[in-house]
């Protein structure tokens, strides 16, 4: 029988363990430190909303790219770890709902964007804890 | 270059018939590609491949689905541009819609490295897209196709190692070669000038086809496979030259909106489940649970 396997053993461990590590963006993460009246409304909504797979807030996995609001439309930009996200609809949905039930706001505008692209770069110091306590190394 | 082209209702027909275009060869061909890499689910031959090519296709589904959202802001709805469309109007490359004989592995792993390699050339020429959700996209997407890349050339080169894998890459390619050529064929000739002159995208079709060549044709030669047609010309002392002629290309090229037999049988697969549920509706299956 012809066999593809080589005889010598020369394999080498698995190159993909380590996670992408992004340069660092002066603006992001977007936090909302600095946000006041409706907007900062915004912004603790937010932090309400988890990722569906790790007890960490969106803003603190560093999702949100940012958040205004204009005469009661509030508009957020977020990104996705992933372009394959199968959470999609149901996290856009959770922040649309979450936006709109906040008193003040009249409508909620949400834009997917994907530059610049995220990585772990992108997660807070709060997040990087909350991640660790999850047992993930980062 | 004039406009940004961001505003969807400033399109004019011109302008919006080389978005569509583009943006429906992107977003067909990782579509159909994923929808082809899902039936080696539970059959690859090992679990980490299994999940490898599983992933994938998830990325190529995601990707899909970023260039058909790009496709929404000019009127286009999912169920539309995917589960309702004529089948003979998708403008995806016949490569990526060819059956997989069982089991024939080899298949997979050329046809990705084939495809990957040119995703690779055209999502670069992508980067300074005059259209701003273009060129938003395509970072992320690169990052996540490098991986695809070294996946299929780590196989590739151990497939070529022993005897009978090699056979069967070389018959993989024979097959495979002249479907791949359509990734450069233009969906209609016009239009692809526009694309161009318009700044969605800043290479020719052409440029783009010699610069895949220059890439696949060494390294496929360094692997000991035998091209199935070679049109390099010159003697090979000169930059490399390699013209693809009409007898080179296959009947059915994908583009133009011709497609091979097994392309409709798949539609009518991926399908299926849309039309016996009777689906108006897409994206949710059911309400939130309260």
Known sequence: ?138 | MATSLENPDELDERERRALETLLKRLADDEFVLAERYTEWQVRAPTLESDLALANNAQDELGHARLWYDVLGDIGFEERELVYERDPADFRHSTLVERPFEDGDWADAVLRSYLYDAAEEIRLESLVDSTHPKIADRVGKIRSEEAYHLEHAQNWLERLADGDEGHERLQDALDRLFPYAFTLFEPVDPDVEEDIVDLGLRDATLEEMGEEWLSIVVPYLESLDLELPADGRVGDGTDEFEFEVTEEMLPEERGRDGTHTDAWFDLYDEFTRTYRELGRTETTRIMDKPE
């Open chain 1, 1 to 138: 029988m012809s066999s593809n396997i080589p005889d010598d053993t020369d394999a080498t461990p698995c190159a993909y363990t380590d996670y992408r590590e992004g340069e660092t963006n002066d603006d992001l993460p977007a936090t909302g430190d600095d946000a006041t009246g409706l907007a900062a409304d915004v912004w603790d909504a937010l932090y309400g909303i988890e990722d569906p797979e790790m007890p960490i807030s969106i803003v603190d996995l560093g999702l949100i790219y940012g958040v205004s609001v204009d005469d009661g439309v509030a508009s957020v930009d977020m990104t996705l770890t992933y372009s394959g996200c199968p959470a999609r609809d149901m996290l856009t949905e959770d922040v649309e709902d979450a936006v709109a039930a906040v008193d003040g706001v009249d409508d909620a505008e949400l834009r997917l964007v994907w530059s610049p692209e995220w990585t772990v770069e992108m997660v807070t110091e709060r997040g990087k804890d909350d991640l660790r306590e999850f047992g993930l190394s980062i």
